[in-house]
């Protein structure tokens, strides 16, 4: 009897402890999973979650179960840049396990909870790269700029729509024919994030990482990191 009792606490205590540790705060966690080579950038408000891009595999599932709280089956909104197998094949398996309430391919402007997404505009290309969605992100006075994988000619585009954020998620996992110096210099992030994996094109290259490096900026990588997590209160920021 004592034992049973002695094991019923110790199961309350450790429920209790999940509990505190996940309930959610009044902050912004800004989560760049680790996928591989591909793209799944998850951001959490409260009870809120918006998702980018879903990766490669189904890897997306094990940061999704990390910061979203286990009683939370729900996804607000889930973006897809564009159709490309690096960037959309974990959306599948999501949607068996998610109440998915908004999948949009389309929508131009996205405002959950206190996070606001911007699709910047640009124009309609034929190449699947280049004709992949860019979102700007704000959350009080904190932003970012989520690239896709957009090259040199879209990057010359939005030059005119973009100012100074704190986190750029780098073009095409580091490909040198995106993230020009000109561009680098329009946005200048504080913290500059790489999602990438084993691959055989060479990606980050060291014409983008030294780019990064001449306009001081961090530079965190998925192969390397793990996954990114920025956390800010809309003012400040750091990565945790």
């Known amino acids: 009897m004592v034992k049973k009792l002695t094991a019923l606490l110790l199961l309350g205590a450790g429920v209790l402890l999940i509990l505190i540790i996940q309930w959610p705060d009044d902050k912004l966690r800004l989560i760049f999973c680790d996928v591989g080579q591909g793209d ?3 951001m959490t408000y409260k009870n809120y979650q918006v998702l980018v891009d879903s ?12 910061h979203m709280q286990l009683w939370d089956r729900e996804i607000e909104a889930v973006i897809t840049t564009h159709e490309q197998k690096d960037h959309n094949t974990g959306l599948k398996e999501i949607a068996k396990r998610y109440a998915v309430n908004k999948i949009s391919p389309t929508s131009t402007e996205i405002k959950i909870g206190q996070i606001n997404l911007k699709q910047l505009s640009k ?30 000619a879209e990057e010359k585009q939005l030059l005119a729509e973009l100012g100074p ?18 561009f680098l210099a329009r946005i200048k992030p504080g913290l500059a994030v790489i999602s990438v994996g084993k691959n055989h094109y060479g990606h980050p290259t060291k014409e983008v990482l030294d780019r990064l490096q001449a306009i001081g900026a961090r530079i965190l990588r998925t192969d390397q990191a793990g996954e990114v997590v920025v956390v800010s209160d809309g003012k400040k920021w750091y990565v945790k």
């Open 123 to 152: 124009p309609i290309f034929t190449d699947k790269n280049a004709d992949a969605r860019v979102w700007q992100g704000s959350f009080g006075n904190f932003d970012w700029l989520l690239t896709a994988d957009i090259g040199v």
């Open 165 to 182: 954020v704190e986190v750029l998620k780098v073009a095409h996992h580091g490909s040198k024919y995106s993230s020009t110096a000109e």
């Open 40 to 42: 799944a950038i998850l």
């Open 55 to 66: 990766g490669p595999d189904n890897s997306v599932l094990t940061c999704l179960g990390r």
